[in-house]
Structure formats: structure tokens, C-alpha cells
């Protein structure tokens, strides 16, 4: 059965600090790995990292993918009010039984104070 | 316009009743997708449906039903609803084959409460 864990479940920091989330995962044929955002109501799309993509970044916004240690990394730099939010791992898999579905982790919730 | 929406986006009802919620997109995608969201469980995945003749129960199908009425269209049904059903319903569709590598795209959720 595939499996995603995310770290920490929760955190707090201060604007302008800057933070790391953990994601680890199982999965059989693993194909990518994504990570949303979600803030009210719909998760949105960051990022997607794959075999030939191990490593994204977009503003402030960066994240890593460790095949071999199965494990991603989402780190947000300067951060602001704005990023607060749920952040969500989720892994796709090529194959078998995770052919064509995403499994999700249970998310990190960012709180970001002025 | 949205590209994926649900109806409705809220809903109160009570143990017992039958209820339907409904996903419609214009993305013309052929993969459709209903998840349940519940406080520190992240997304999981209740039913999927690759096209319109092709529907599979996803890890926690038991007590929900779907119709795929059509390619743009993907119902949730809950045919006796109990009070642990109470969450946050997402519909999702993504691209095939495409380059996306299993990205998915989120409807903004229906708020379900079950008394």
C-alpha cells in the first residue's frame, strides 16, 4: 500500500524566517512527486518532481526530490502572511494498483506571523 | 469560469438521507476524481474514474456510490448518510496520457455536515 508522511504536522514561524517540510513517501512505480497549496478551500499546484526533474524552484519557493531516499524537501525562504496555508505532499505512482491516482500525506499546516 | 465545479458548495443534512453531489469540468479531461478531506488525514481518495465506462473504488469507498454521466461529468453519492461522513469533499480531474505526470486539478469543495 502506498504511503506518504509529511513533516512537521504543524509549525509556526515569524515573518521573514525561513522553513523546511518533509515529505516522505512509498509507492509502487513511483512516477512524480507534487506538492499544493492550500489555503481556503482548493488545493493549487507548486510544484512537480519526477525521475528527470529532481529539483524546482519559483520565487521563494523551492523543493528537492531524493529518489533514492525517497523523500522530498519544500523550503519557502522570507516567508510572508501570505504563505500560510496547508501544505500538501502527494506521489503518483506509473504502475499496478497506484497507476493513474495520487496518494496524499496528511499535510503541514504553515502559520506565519507578522 | 472555473474549470472544475462542484455543487453544491455547502450542505447540511441529516443521518439517514440520500444526497448527491456534483462535479462538472471544461478542461476535457478524461480522469475524474472524488476525495475526502478530514482535519490532519490529508486527501483520500474515495472513487476514480479513468473515462465513462471505467469507475474504481479508491481506499475508502464503503457507504458512497458515483456516475460518470458523462466525460465532463462525475457524481458522489451517499446513499444512507451517518455523521462520520461529515468532511470536506473534493472533486479532481487530471490529463491522460499528457506530460502531467499525474498532476491534478481541484474543484473548490463541498462542505458536507451530517447531523
Known amino acids: 500500500e502506498d504511503k506518504v508522511v509529511q513533516s512537521p504536522l504543524s509549525l509556526v514561524v515569524h515573518e521573514g524566517d525561513t522553513v523546511t517540510l518533509n515529505c516522505s513517501y512509498e509507492?509502487?512505480?513511483?512516477?512524480?512527486l507534487l506538492w499544493y497549496k492550500q489555503e481556503k478551500k482548493a488545493p493549487t499546484f507548486l510544484f512537480m518532481l519526477t525521475s528527470s526533474g529532481i529539483e524546482k524552484k519559483s520565487g521563494r519557493l523551492s523543493s528537492i526530490l531524493d529518489k533514492k531516499e525517497l523523500f522530498s524537501i519544500l523550503n519557502i525562504t522570507a516567508t510572508q502572511t501570505g504563505d500560510s496555508a496547508v501544505y500538501l505532499c502527494?506521489?503518483?505512482?506509473?504502475?499496478?494498483?497506484?497507476?493513474?491516482?495520487?496518494?496524499f500525506g496528511q499535510g503541514t499546516i504553515l502559520t506565519v506571523h507578522p | 469560469d472555473a474549470d472544475v465545479t462542484q455543487t453544491p458548495r455547502n450542505r447540511i443534512t441529516k443521518t439517514g438521507k440520500r444526497i448527491m453531489l456534483e462535479c462538472s469540468q471544461t478542461k476535457g479531461h478524461d480522469r475524474m476524481y472524488w476525495y475526502r478531506q478530514d482535519p490532519g488525514l490529508g486527501l483520500r481518495l474515495i472513487y476514480y474514474s479513468f473515462d465513462v465506462k471505467d469507475i474504481n473504488k479508491g481506499e475508502i469507498s464503503d457507504g458512497y456510490s458515483v456516475s460518470r454521466q458523462a466525460q465532463a461529468k462525475f457524481s458522489l453519492s451517499l446513499e444512507s448518510a451517518i455523521p462520520n461522513q461529515t468532511a470536506l469533499y473534493f472533486c479532481a480531474t487530471s490529463d491522460f496520457p499528457g506530460s502531467s505526470y499525474n498532476e491534478q486539478f481541484f474543484g473548490p469543495g463541498t462542505r458536507l455536515t451530517v447531523l
Open positions: 509507492v509502487t512505480n513511483f512516477r512524480s
Open positions: 502527494a506521489v503518483g505512482g506509473a504502475g499496478g494498483t497506484s497507476y493513474g491516482k495520487l496518494t
